[in-house]
């Protein structure tokens, strides 16, 4: 539901509406939420933290924007050493999903 409020899909777009559902299915736990309660947040301290626990999932998507918030130092301190290692098992997260396809 909150994608469709974020699209505009068959209802009016609302952000706001948006955030706060994908904000409630993070707290219940849905690691796409949690997700994308990352890329909605301007706070890069708040988005580290809702990518990381993603990322501990092995879900690549989320691995790589953990991996970028640490080559940049952006929500943390810069750990180049941390950024190579996430972007490597987000490609190895990756590349399992697609043989399951």
């Known amino acids: 539901m909150g ?14 509406r948006a955030f ?6 993070a707290n219940k736990g849905f690691i796409d939420a949690q997700y994308k309660l990352g890329c909605f947040d301007i706070d890069r301290k708040k988005a580290f933290d809702s990518y990381k626990v993603a990322a501990e999932e092995d879900n690549g998507e989320e691995q790589k924007c953990l991996a970028f918030l ?4 952006e929500g943390t301190e810069k750990d180049l ?3 190579i290692y996430l972007y490597k098992e987000a490609i190895k997260n990756d590349v399992k ?5």
């Open 20 to 25: 706060e559902i994908c904000k409630k299915s």
């Open 3 to 16: 994608k469709l409020y974020e699209s505009g899909q068959g209802v009016y777009q609302n952000l706001v």
């Open 70 to 73: 640490y080559d940049q130092g």
């Open 81 to 83: 050493e941390q950024a």
């Open 97 to 101: 999903k697609l043989k399951k396809i």
